[in-house]
């Protein structure tokens, strides 16, 4: 039909292996995904770097799309002291959060290891895993104390953002990290790695925490910190909502237009 195919890469396959055992398959993943995107006119990616990375791993005709995150869903205002009573933590107690998937990929045993830190130098009460997963049931049985509400959606995950106060989030997987933004929409603390999302939304002291790359004590210490500075928490909770003013849905649909568009040949996309 010889009909114009824009393809997305939205999920590092190829990074999954180490987390399960697979190392063997790295190279038959990037090779069939390289052959793949490759046959389309164009692949959307939700970052430069990633788009660098991607160039260094042979895949072409790369084009940078962007997120964007609904404020009218993820806000503070939809923080509700009742939620945190049935978790059991009051308003001057932390309360940690992860959003996602409960799978190895997603490195959770990390994110444990730093809430317990910040339990050990007080002021962290609970810490809330939303989302289901094949880690979910181990978890649970090794950590009792934490809360695993399941998957949520709407305004119920919205809420569960908001009455949370710092966000954990220690992958080293992600191609961009959708919940990067509605945890900062939300008024978190985010903790994460300096990389994807993190890295295009966070201004490190000011809007969230940003840790060295695959650096495991690294991230344990600036959760532990935040835990050490109620001050600078409130502030970095304050903050992180206001940065994200410029991160609109429309703007980002006037660029995927604009990709189309180039992949029909009618124009140009910007840079």
Known sequence: LRLPVVSG?????????????AGW????????????????????VATADLRARLNALGFTNLSVLGRGVDSALFTPERRCTALRAAWGASEHDIVALYVGRIAPE??????????RAMQRVGGARRFVLVGDGPQRAALQKRHPDLVFPGALIGQQLAAHYATADVFLFPSETETFGNVVLEAMASGLALVAYD????????????????IPYGQAAAFVAGAVELARSPLRLAR???????????????RVIERFEAILSDALGQRRSPS
Not at 9 to 18: D, Q, V
Not at 106 to 115: G, H, I, R
Not at 245 to 250: E, Q, T
């Open 9 to 21: 890469f939205h999920t590092n396959f190829h990074s999954y292996a180490k987390h399960y055992h």
């Open 25 to 44: 398959i790295v190279r038959v993943v990037v090779g069939y995904l390289r052959r793949f995107h490759n046959r389309t006119t164009a692949t959307v």
């Open 106 to 115: 997603k490195n959770l045993e990390l994110a444990v290891e730093a809430y």
């Open 195 to 210: 990389y994807a999302a993190a890295r295009m939304h966070v201004t490190h002291g000011e809007t969230g925490v940003l």
């Open 236 to 250: 970095i909770r304050r903050r992180a909502p206001a940065s994200l003013a410029s991160v609109a849905w429309p």
